[in-house]
């Protein structure tokens, strides 16, 4: 094989499929007829217990999706033992999505992988452009004018968010609001330490679970530099981004969304036409393994106007000398390039590689794909919601609308917990271990990854 292969291509190609004529000519090859005759070999015995278990000759007989493909292939690993893995409903910032085996082909090639920060425009054209392109996918996402790259997370680019927009107000009090997700929170504390910011907590609504507007109508004011809501929110709850951001209309506070969960823009209206001045966004979810909690890609997206305030890197589009498109890196904020005081960024490490990871997943998707993944997260993630309130003992401690999360009262949570674990299952996150904030509750979130069949088994599970 490898001797009929020509420079850059991969042995692997895991996500191309046979065609009729590809099968034809490995039957040509083999000397056999037909694929029957391939297998012919095997006992009749054998042949028959697989039809008696599947109902067909082999479970692949009729077509089936990637995801679908995997999933038969978990299943059958399974029954080798107890090295099958937990069945995973947490979240809380960190989500488990199918990643299309085209996206690791893609990333393996030579001139991603070995790539790094373009500063010689001339011989990285191909980077310059892969970041471009993730650029105008997160602007066009989250309905700003510009976006970053390079951030090292979500957290971070929380926080950057924050001091961005201390820089552009001149103001030192922040307003955060109290259903962030807690280690964005921290973070931003981390952060403004030392800098004479004033951190002041906005409560959330006890029945919706989404912020008070009425306490940010109440908390703003001329020293504010702004305030700070995510979107959907730690306890999975959709916060109505208008009427909140409409309460800092006409002040000089700046509106900040904050998306832990990036496959919600798929189906939410993007937080730019809901009043944001800027978003900061995790987008782990696009392709991005969860890889025991890192690396991670954070970006930031803003109005036009802050421009020259925002931190990382910016590639823009330009032309040659020859009037040929070009990209290069513009606006550089960072410590190396200009004078320190003028500096709004020292971010050194480049995420490109992540950045083309987003980039390359959004375009196998497409605008389509998106929507529709984003749609059967949201479609799972009710069902769930409905097939729990049938349960005894669990209650919905918030009446807010949801994505993908939600938050459950389980009555004896840890006892529940504890033989869910034992049984296969990881229920969810605990929010009493995130801050103490609510008692027995749990965070359950679904993806596409959760089938109507898993979901059906952990309920049986949980109402033993």
């Known amino acids: 094989m490898k001797k009929n292969m020509v420079a850059g291509d991969d042995p692997r190609l895991p996500f191309i499929s046979l065609s009729g004529?590809?099968?034809r000519q490995m039957l040509d090859t083999i000397g056999a007829k037909s694929i029957e005759e391939l297998f012919s070999q095997v006992p009749g015995s054998i042949r028959e217990q697989a039809e008696k278990a599947f109902g067909r000759p082999?479970?692949?007989s009729a077509p089936l999706t990637e995801q679908e493909v995997i999933g038969e292939i978990e299943r059958l690993a399974g029954k080798n033992g107890r090295a099958a893995r937990l069945t995973s409903f947490a979240g809380a910032g960190a989500y488990r999505h199918f990643v299309p085996s085209a996206l690791g082909y893609v990333l393996g090639r030579s001139e991603f992988v070995t790539s790094y920060t373009p500063y010689q425009p001339e011989i990285a054209q191909g980077t310059l452009q892969s970041v471009f392109e993730f650029q105008s996918y997160i602007a066009m996402l989250t309905g700003m004018d510009i976006a970053n790259a390079s951030m090292y997370d979500g957290a971070s680019a929380c926080a950057e968010s924050v001091l961005m927009a201390m820089r552009i107000t001149g103001k030192r009090r922040v307003l955060v609001s109290l259903a962030l997700h807690p280690h964005y929170r921290e973070v931003i504390a981390t952060y403004t330490q030392g800098m004479d910011a004033a951190i002041a907590a906005i409560p959330y609504d006890q029945k919706t679970g989404a912020t008070s507007a009425a306490a940010v109508e109440a908390s703003v004011d001329d020293d504010t530099a702004c305030v700070v809501v995510g979107y959907p929110n730690f306890f999975g709850v959709i916060e109505p981004l208008d009427i909140i951001f409409g309460k800092v209309a006409g002040k000089k506070a700046l509106p900040v969304a904050v998306v832990t969960e990036a496959m919600s823009t798929g189906m939410l209206?993007?937080?730019?036409?809901?009043?944001?001045?800027?978003?900061?966004?995790?987008?782990?979810?696009?392709g991005v393994p969860l890889s025991f909690g890192g690396p991670y890609i954070g970006v930031i997206a803003a109005r036009k106007e802050f421009m020259r305030q925002i931190p990382g890197r910016l590639v823009g589009e330009t032309v040659d000398r020859d009037g040929r498109r070009a990209y290069t890196l513009t606006l550089s904020t960072r410590e190396q390039h200009i004078r320190r005081e003028k500096a709004t960024s020292n971010i050194c490490s480049n995420e490109g590689l992540l950045a083309i990871t987003v980039a390359v997943y959004l375009s196998l998707m497409g605008r389509?794909?998106?929507m529709a993944t984003a749609g059967k997260n949201h479609e799972l993630c009710a069902y769930l919601h409905s097939e729990l309130g049938r349960v005894e003992g669990v209650q919905f401690p918030f009446s807010g609308p949801f994505f993908n999360e939600f938050v459950v009262r389980i009555r004896g949570l840890d006892a529940v917990f504890e033989r869910l674990l034992k049984s296969g299952y990881l229920p969810g996150v605990k929010l009493e271990e995130y801050g103490g904030y609510l008692k027995d509750c749990l965070l359950i979130n679904t993806t596409e990854l959760h089938s109507r069949k898993i979901i059906d088994g952990f309920v049986k599970r949980l109402k033993a």
Do not use: K, N, V, W
């Open 21 to 23: 004529s590809d099968e």
């Open 58 to 60: 082999h479970p692949f």
């Open 269 to 286: 209206t993007p937080p730019g036409r809901l009043g944001a001045a800027i978003t900061a966004m995790e987008c782990q979810s696009f």
């Open 368 to 370: 389509s794909g998106l």
